[in-house]
C-alpha cells in the first residue's frame, strides 16, 4: 500500500471514529447513553437514518441543522470528525503501519479528552485508563522502550501530583484538578520521560497564550478562575508525539 492510500485510509477511519468519539462528548456529560438506542435528533427526537450519520459528509450536506426541525447539530460533532480524520491522516504520513495507527488512536483519545475537558473541566477515569493501558501496549510497535514509557508513566503522575499538593498546602485551595496527574501519567506511558518537560512547557504556553488572548479582549483572568490545563496537556501531547516519531532513529 501507498503511502498516500494508507493516508486515506487512516483519515477515512479518523472520521469514523470520530463519528463516535464526538458522541461521548456531547452525551457523556448529559448522562444519556452513549450505546443504547439509535442515534436521534437533540431538538425533535427523530430517530437519524444512515444517511444522516455520514461522518463529515451528513453535517456538511445539512449545513449543520436537522432536516427535520432545522435545530442547530452541536458543532462540536462535526469539529471532533474532522480532527480526528486529520490526526489519521497526519499519523498515517508520519508513520506508516502499526506505528501510525497507534499514533491515530492516541491522537483521537487525546482530542476526546481535551474536549471534554475544555467544556466540563472534567477527565473521565475510563478514558484516561485506556490511554495508559494503549500507551504500554503500543511499545510493541514503536518507540520509546517500555521503560521510559514507565518512568514517564509514574514520573509524570508523580510531578504533577507533588505540584498540585503543594500548590493547596501553600495557597489553601486546589491549584490542579484531580484528573490532571493522571492524564500526565498516561501521556508519559506514551512518549516516555524525555518528552514529558516539552509536553509540560507547551502546555504551560498554551495556557499563558489563551490568557493573554482574553486580557487583549478586555477579560483579565482572576486568581481563583478555572482553566482546563487537562486540554492544554492534551493538545501539546500529540505535536510530542508526531516529534519523537519523526526524530526516532
Do not use: N
Not at 39 to 51: E, F, P, T, V
Not at 154 to 162: D, I, K, M, T
Amino acid at each position: 500500500m501507498t503511502v498516500a492510500s494508507w493516508v486515506v485510509l487512516l483519515a477515512i477511519a479518523g472520521a469514523i471514529a470520530g463519528s463516535f468519539l464526538s458522541t461521548i462528548v456531547v452525551r457523556w456529560p448529559e448522562g444519556r447513553s452513549v450505546l443504547r438506542g439509535r442515534s436521534a435528533c437533540d431538538g425533535c427526537g427523530r430517530a437519524l437514518a444512515a444517511w444522516d450519520l455520514v461522518p463529515i459528509v451528513s453535517a456538511v450536506a445539512a449545513r449543520g441543522c436537522c432536516r427535520t426541525c432545522h435545530a442547530q447539530i452541536d458543532p462540536r460533532h462535526l469539529g471532533i470528525e474532522l480532527g480526528c480524520a486529520a490526526i489519521g491522516g497526519i499519523s498515517a504520513f508520519a508513520a506508516p503501519g502499526l506505528a501510525g495507527v497507534a499514533g491515530a488512536f492516541l491522537g483521537w483519545l487525546l482530542l476526546t479528552l481535551a474536549a471534554l475537558d475544555a467544556a466540563e473541566l472534567w477527565l473521565p477515569d475510563p478514558l484516561v485508563v485506556v490511554l495508559a493501558l494503549a500507551g504500554v501496549l503500543s511499545a510493541v510497535w514503536c518507540a520509546p522502550p517500555l521503560g521510559d514509557r514507565l518512568i514517564g508513566g509514574v514520573g509524570g503522575f508523580a510531578v504533577l501530583w507533588l505540584i498540585a499538593a503543594a500548590y493547596r498546602r501553600l495557597r489553601g485551595r486546589e491549584g490542579l484538578g484531580g484528573g490532571d496527574p493522571k492524564l500526565f501519567g498516561a501521556i508519559g506511558l506514551w512518549l516516555g520521560w524525555r518528552m514529558l518537560p516539552a509536553v509540560l512547557l507547551f502546555a504551560g504556553l498554551i495556557g499563558l497564550g489563551l490568557v493573554l488572548v482574553q486580557a487583549m479582549r478586555g477579560r483579565a483572568v482572576a486568581a481563583d478562575d478555572v482553566l482546563p490545563f487537562g486540554t492544554f496537556l492534551a493538545v501539546a501531547a500529540y505535536p510530542a508525539w508526531l516529534v519523537m516519531i519523526i526524530l526516532a532513529p
